[in-house]
Nanobody, 115 residues
Framework: QVQLVESGGGLVQPGGSLRLSCVVS????????MAWYRQAPGKERELVAR????????NYEDSVKGRFTVSRDNAKSTMYLQMNSLKPEDTAVYYC????????WGQGTQVTVSS
């Protein structure tokens, strides 16, 4: 059974940085395109960034371009999201999952950007 475990969230001031991690177990990680999603209170879940199986291709939602960087370490079955210049509107629960077809969702990790 595939498991997705996100970590690294927290409370940060505007302009700050966080690095999220997503560990995937029970799957051949390197074969799957992966993505980060987020869901803010009262809003639908949205795609933030995605990365190809080999890590050579990435794509970002417009509002995070130039601030967020997605990467992966296939040897560790882990995907990362480096988030810089954080804004209050980045506040959400962040999830990782396969792209485009989903696996069961993990618990997510809360990111709160506030002064």
């Amino acid at each position: 059974q595939v498991q997705l475990v996100e970590s690294g969230g927290g409370l940060v001031q505007p302009g700050g940085s966080l690095r999220l991690s997503c560990v995937v177990s029970g799957s051949v990680f390197s074969l799957n395109h992966m993505a980060w999603y987020r869901q803010a209170p009262g809003k639908e879940r949205e795609l933030v960034a995605r990365i190809s199986g080999g890590g050579g291709l990435t794509n970002y939602e417009d509002s995070v371009k130039g601030r967020f960087t997605v990467s992966r370490d296939n040897a560790k079955s882990t995907m990362y999201l480096q988030m810089n210049s954080l804004k209050p509107e980045d506040t959400a629960v962040y999830y990782c999952n396969r792209y485009p077809s989903f696996l069961s969702w993990g618990q997510g990790t809360q990111v709160t950007v506030s002064s």
